[in-house]
């Protein structure tokens, strides 16, 4: 199994970036993938992006250009660094994951989820 804590959300300035973190535990030392979801307040959950153990990523195409994830295996910990930061970017951010060598950014994919952080973007 694996255990998910996120991190790193707040209130950000139009324009601003944030880093989320992920933190893994428990089989950690499995090939897994990590994925990272968005749900704004009303909407479905849709994702943002993922990344494989190998380091292999894959983005919505709304996202390129502005977010990118990255891993640390040392560590067990993804993270998301998001850029120019815009309102509609508010929502609570997930990690998710599970094992395999492949990764998406369909949320049926993953068994594993953590509880959320906040991203507020707001002037």
């Known amino acids: 199994q694996l255990q998910l804590v996120e991190s790193g959300g707040g209130l950000v300035q139009p324009g601003g970036s944030l880093r989320l973190s992920c933190a893994a535990s428990?089989?950690?030392?499995?090939?897994?993938?990590i994925g990272w979801f968005r749900q704004a307040s009303g909407k479905e959950r849709e994702g943002v992006s993922c990344?494989?153990?190998?380091?292999?990523?894959v983005y919505a195409d709304f996202m390129k250009g502005r977010f990118t994830i990255s891993r640390d295996n040392a560590k067990n910990t993804v993270y998301l660094q998001m850029t120019s930061l815009k309102p509609e970017d508010t929502a609570v951010y997930y990690c998710a994951g599970f094992f395999g060598v492949w990764c998406s950014t369909r949320s049926s994919a993953y068994n594993y989820w953590g509880q959320g952080t906040q991203v507020a973007v707001s002037s």
């Open positions: 990344i494989t153990n190998s380091g292999i990523t």
């Open positions: 428990g089989f950690t030392s499995g090939y897994y993938a």
